[in-house]
């Protein structure tokens, strides 16, 4: 599987993902920017990359070379320009190739997302559809299914009783990234994926059906925050709760990039005054959602893992902070907790409903 370098420096504040108004993301609108003319001749695919990295830079868009790289090796049906052979980037383009080319940069002019202008993203060895308000999923992210990979193949190589078949809670799906992942390299997995918005559940079962893993993921449009009891009711103990909530801290909303403040949901994103609203409401329910002895992963802002601690610890029974781990870059970017043995007897259940 390819792998692209555009990088998500847009999306970041303090090295977490962002979001943005409510007012700006709503109407998915682009909004109207001065594009350059469309050519009077023929040109070709290198010089269509150049002449729209000159406009970006001109127009202060994020990452110019690669935006206009990779909208124009969309359009001709490629990952990237380096995966097309050198006689197809000097080959002529077609008027009706040239117009779509100026159509999406034209939106990536407007600072949408390229995820977002070409429709789709790969996330680990997935290709997903993407479209706005829906989350774009983060390099850091990729990271926390790598932790939880690396955890359940570890127990399924020990052995699991069929009694505790390996189940998995997603709160908060997006795009579907993290569940459709992990069902994908673990065949023996089923999942259940949640999110408070209808566009992300809507994005999520189209990815799940065209991967062909619909069987395996219930999707459900649960607002944590508000439908607790009807989450609670809807679903078994399960051995694994995984979830990349909104963490950013409210006061650093206002200083995002507009590719963020423009597109993007921030109901995905912002986590409250100190950035753990959403977590905290997740740890509470986590006892009830767990079976005896499974786990809960979040992907949280560098500064919470003690704050998660030091709050577990004062106010919820049966679980323990494990550990917290640390991404790519060195900052402690992963929780794991616990829930400790419950002595009533086993509990039993896929993790499913039927």
């Not at 190739?97 to 789709?120: A, D, F, H, N």
């Not at 949280?300 to 991404?327: C, M, S, T, Y």
Request: proline fraction near 7%; aromatic fraction near 6%; glycine fraction near 6%.
């Amino acid at each position: 599987m390819w792998t692209r370098s555009l990088s998500t420096s847009y999306y970041r504040c303090f090295g977490c993902r962002s979001g943005g108004p409510k007012v700006l993301w709503r109407s998915h609108a682009v909004r109207t920017c001065s594009a350059p003319a469309l050519p009077a001749g023929r040109i070709t695919p290198l010089q269509a990359v150049n002449l729209w990295k000159r406009h970006f830079e001109e127009r202060a868009v994020t990452e110019p070379e690669l935006s206009s790289q990779y909208i124009i090796a969309h359009l001709l049906g490629a990952k990237t320009i380096e995966s097309l052979e050198q006689e197809r980037l000097t080959e002529f383009l077609s008027r009706e190739q040239t117009e779509q080319i100026w159509k999406l940069c034209t939106r990536r002019l407007s600072r949408m997302p390229v995820q977002y202008v070409i429709e789709e993203w790969d996330f680990r060895d997935l290709t997903l559809k993407m479209r706005p308000p829906v989350f774009i999923p983060r390099p850091e992210t990729e990271e926390l299914v790598e932790l939880v990979l690396n955890d359940l193949q570890m127990k399924t190589e020990m052995g699991v009783p069929d009694k505790m078949e390996p189940t998995c809670l997603e709160v908060g799906c997006g795009s579907g990234a993290i569940s459709l992942s992990l069902l994908k390299t673990l065949p023996q997995l089923k999942g259940v994926a949640l999110d408070q918005s209808q566009d992300a559940v809507d994005l999520t079962r189209e990815n799940a059906l065209r991967l062909g893993l619909e069987d395996r993921l219930e999707i459900h449009h649960i607002d944590v925050m508000k439908d607790a009891e009807t989450l609670l009711r809807l679903i078994r103990p399960v051995t694994t709760l995984v979830s990349n909530p909104p963490y950013l801290f409210s006061e650093d909303m206002a200083s995002l990039e507009p590719e963020i403040l423009r597109f993007e949901d921030p109901a995905a994103l912002d986590g409250g005054k100190d950035g753990l609203k959403v977590i905290k409401q997740i740890l509470t329910l986590a006892p009830q959602i767990l079976s005896s002895y499974g786990h809960a992963y979040l992907e949280v802002d560098p500064r919470h893992p003690p704050l998660i601690r030091q709050w577990v610890e004062g106010n919820v029974d049966r679980l323990q902070f494990k550990e917290a781990r640390h991404d790519i870059t060195g900052r402690p970017r992963f929780c794991i907790l616990q829930k400790e043995e419950v002595k009533q007897g086993p509990q039993a259940g896929s993790g499913l409903r039927n």
